[in-house]
């Protein structure tokens, strides 16, 4: 098992399989009256968030809760950061507490590597500025897989604002790599260029989402992440929503087994309407659920499972 989770590209098949597997275990936790396992009693997680997050931070601290960590929830406000404190320093000081794990988001991309290097325990990769963000690929994976039985194959298209979406880049990587086949689609200015080449050869472009449809497994719409744009992308909101924004009419333009996707939180009524957000072939709120038992998976095998 690998010592951190900081991409995507860290998870080979075999390892990527076995995450989800055990995830698929951690799962029948969540049906007991005692959530709790004993597996990391003793053992110390951080959380160390340097970005607002209400899902993946409640997600990382139920997993490691329920797996009997000790958990420290690090917030920037209030913290020794606010007064100048550099990202080095707080690594220093979390090491020298005997910090077994560190959960981190931060806005610079590339944080996590530089953490991985002045810390002797496991890093787990919570999202990196426009970088990366593996666990909520595992849990996008885990969620299919669970929907549809396989990955191998499957026709993923990732509709919208790819260009700032760390959530895209992880998805590539990771289900190129579990044999599922994935198409980004959104208007030209939120594509990178050349970015299937820089990810994943075989991942394919297009422009336009009503002529993916038909042949496509998984939609996973994405936000558009206005605070990380300086300039118009797009000509309005309501052109983006005409364009690309997954409504009732192209919910019916699916495969009868087609699920929507969204890694949250959503824009309703931009690239999601609320009748595709709350109808049964979408797996939203499924999607938090997943995301803890994929994060107990990966806590317990960097922490726990390497030792048993």
């Known amino acids: 098992m690998i010592r951190h989770l ?19 275990e ?39 809760k329920r797996l009997s960590a000790d958990v420290i929830n690090f917030s920037v406000k ?47 990769n919570a999202g990196d500025g426009t970088h990366e963000h593996p666990t909520q690929a595992l849990l996008d994976a885990y969620t299919m897989r669970s929907r549809l039985g396989r990955l191998a194959g499957l026709q993923v298209a990732v509709v919208g604002d790819v260009l700032h979406s760390r959530v895209a880049r992880s998805n590539v990587l990771l289900l190129s790599t579990l044999g599922a086949k994935v198409t980004l689609v959104g208007p030209p200015t939120l594509i990178p260029v050349d970015i299937s080449a820089a990810l994943a050869p075989g991942t394919q472009v297009s422009y336009d989402l009503d002529a993916v449809l038909p042949t496509t497994d998984v939609v996973m719409m994405l936000r558009v992440q206005r605070e990380r744009m300086d300039t118009s992308y797009f000509p309005s909101a309501r052109e983006y929503a005409r364009r690309y924004g997954m409504d009732g009419a192209r919910l019916r ?38 995301g803890v038992s994929v994060r107990m998976a990966v806590l317990y095998l960097l922490l726990g499972g390497k030792n048993q």
Do not use: C
């Open 253 to 290: 333009r699916l495969p009868e087994h087609a699920i929507v996707m969204h890694p949250g939180p959503m824009n309703r009524g931009m690239e999601i309407a609320p009748e595709v957000a709350d109808s049964p072939r979408s797996t939203i709120v499924e999607q938090v659920t997943n």
């Open 6 to 24: 900081l991409s995507g590209a860290d998870l080979d098949a075999a390892t990527a399989t076995l995450i989800l597997d055990t995830a698929a």
């Open 78 to 124: 209030g913290s020794s950061v606010s007064k100048g404190e550099s990202l080095k320093d707080t690594a220093l000081t979390l090491q020298a507490m005997g910090a077994d794990a560190v959960v981190i988001r931060h806005p610079a991309s590339g944080a996590p590597h530089r953490l991985a290097n002045w810390v002797d325990g496991s890093v787990v």
């Open 26 to 64: 951690m799962a029948s936790v969540a049906g007991r009256e005692v959530k709790k396992l004993p597996a990391l009693r003793g053992r110390t997680v951080v959380n160390l968030f340097y970005e607002d997050s209400t899902r993946t931070r409640i997600s990382f601290e139920a997993a490691a």
